[in-house]
């Protein structure tokens, strides 16, 4: 599996901004995916997934400003985020949970939310 993300960017506080993970390669095999971020100077954290089903699951620190979905014609999973904080710039990283043990990790792309 293999997974690209993009629709990183600058932003202003209070706006909105779309990430996107496209997968590639053994497809079938995704149980879910979904985003973790890292901020300067901090460990990753999780913020969302979807799961194969449509079941969603959300961090404490985005539910009601992120939401999380799914193109399944395009593989790509779409991270929705509205009424940013500056604390919500890092870095994001998409994943792919594949089978009963493998999780796969995109190369990251940068959010920064302007105060």
């Known amino acids: 599996v293999q997974l690209q993300a993009s629709g990183g960017g600058l932003v202003q506080a209070g706006g909105s901004l779309r990430v996107s993970c496209a997968a590639s390669?053994?497809?079938?095999?995704?149980?879910?995916m979904g985003w973790y971020r890292q901020a300067p100077g901090k460990q990753r954290e999780y913020v969302a997934h979807?799961?194969?089903?449509?079941?969603?699951n959300y961090a404490d620190s985005v539910k009601g400003r992120f939401t999380i979905s799914r193109d399944n014609v395009k593989n790509t999973v779409y991270l929705q985020m509205n009424s940013l904080k500056p604390e919500d710039t890092a870095i994001y990283y998409c994943?792919?949970?594949?089978?009963?043990?493998?999780?796969?990790w995109g190369q990251g792309t940068e959010v920064t939310v302007s105060s």
């Open positions: 994943f792919a949970d594949s089978g009963s043990w493998s999780r796969y």
């Open positions: 390669g053994n497809i079938l095999s995704i149980n879910a």
């Open positions: 979807i799961t194969r089903g449509g079941s969603t």
